[in-house]
């Protein structure tokens, strides 16, 4: 039988993110990773999809025979020396009681067992922004919703047009740009989602790069100049 291959630090990483064995701090450094770095995200993610099968296989547990036996003996009627006191001081009152107690023992002992499912994390999405000329990738994106951040790459060789600036554009369903900020060529940047543009953020919706003079677009709702690359967010 094969040995499985080693993983690198950064898959093993990834891994125990997906667990969730990582300590406060430890996850804390993953999640800002994930926020900075799409190809760890995407570790992440890839390894939550493939250990999500294992909770199919976790099958309720019935109580063992012996946990009635262990109550029943732990009851202080089942005490003979309890017992004498318990029948010489109790009054009405307490009688009811411990009748109601019996009954939610019983209850709870006869309830089948819950198993807990946690809930799937939202997908991460991704885009690659081609050029409308050449259609190569100029571009590359990916979204996280579970913690509303944006990661942009541009792919473009810095110093090609000083002149002019790469304005990032949503375009959502109902078809209206929202202006997402600039990025530089030949860089990375994380963009923070405020929540009232998070929802946009969809399978199916519009990431565009138009070319603007500097400091971006004059008119805020919309592009000026042409656009240079487009791609449409998809799940991973």
Known sequence: MSEAPDLSEAEAFAAEHALGVLSGAERAQAEAQMAR???????????RNRLA????????????AQVWPRIERALPANDNAGSLRFWRGATLGSLGLAAASLVVAVMLANRPPIVLQPPAPPPILNASLTSQASGQPMFVAAYDPARHALIITSLVPPG?????VHQLWLIPADGKPHSLGMIAPGTSKSMPMPA???????PGATLAISVEPP??????DAPSGPIA?????SKI
């Open 215 to 220: 400091g971006g677009s004059p008119n805020r």
């Open 160 to 164: 090609g047009d000083p002149r002019h």
């Open 37 to 47: 770095d799409p190809g760890f995200a995407a570790d992440v993610e890839s390894w």
């Open 229 to 233: 690359a487009t791609g449409k967010l």
């Open 53 to 64: 099968p294992l909770l199919d296989g976790i099958a309720a547990v019935a109580a063992p």
């Open 196 to 202: 009232p543009m998070a929802p946009m953020l969809q």
